[in-house]
């Protein structure tokens, strides 16, 4: 029977190889403790790499979709803030109203009434040239238009700023001739001009006609600000999802990728084990040589 000699150098290559698998797997164990990452390349686990890109790629259109209720909030605040200052406006305008349709008073009472009424107007006329970050919310798109020229015409368009939610489009702005009337067509702005007129003339019948007017634009400015208080709670609701959302992908992409540091330790002390195990066997092998300062 040939009795074959396995030479010293094919030995020492066979060492090398199992020397630096088990260098390998202890690097591997020891990045893995260090990063805390169980899947740190697609070579780790495919399947679960595809899976973590996926994840990834959603959780960045939840940023987006965040950063959009971020950037729309405060023109929703600010609507139903000018909207309920509004009410505040017309309330006042009508118990004025109520005031001056009384045929006792004289022409000085009636001009101190207009004089309070074309105080409200100007706070209303303030509140339609509201803006945010420089762009006015009550011009529809034309955000860089004020909304009414001098004599209260509207220069705005009725153009919707929309912004996506879940399945959702919620619309974040209101076209201001929709809030404010204009004059010569109606709304608030016009009854207000009307009744500081009819409070100048003296005319109490114009001004007790000009109470229902005023009760309507109060009720639709209610009606106002009740559809804003649902673009608001849609816009919280959808935010509140979106949270939810982002903590589950965060959990998943936790379960995996991240390493089971308890498992890590193990396995940086088996492969560190081995490691030096082999570190020793071939010393045994082949003497003091190199390989005695590996490690």
Known sequence: MAIFRVSNAFSQRVFLRNLQRNRGSLDEALART???????????DPEAAAELLRLQEEMQQLVMRQRGISQARPWL??????????GEILTSAFQYAVQGSSDTLDDAQY????EQISGLRSQLM?????????RYIFSGTLTDT???????????????????????QVTINVPGDELFGEMGVGGPMQVLAD?????????TERVQALLDDLRDAISANAAMLSRI??????????DVRLQDRQLSLQRRVADLGSADMAEAMSDVQKFE??????????????????FDYLG
Do not use: C, W
């Open 34 to 44: 260090s990063s805390g990452l169980r899947v740190r390349y697609p070579s780790d």
């Open 77 to 86: 605040q600010m609507l139903e803030e000018a909207a309920g200052d509004l």
């Open 111 to 114: 001009e101190a009434l207009a």
């Open 126 to 134: 303030s509140l339609t040239k509201l803006k945010i970050s420089g």
């Open 146 to 168: 004020e909304p009414f020229d001098a004599d209260g015409h509207y220069q705005g368009n009725d153009r919707a700023i929309q912004i996506h939610l879940d399945a959702e």
């Open 195 to 203: 009744l500081e007129e009819a409070f100048h003339d003296a005319d």
């Open 229 to 238: 208080g649902n673009r608001r709670k849609a816009l919280e609701d959808a």
């Open 273 to 290: 084990t081995g490691y030096q195990a082999t570190l020793a066997a071939g010393a045994k092998l082949f003497g003091p040589t190199f």
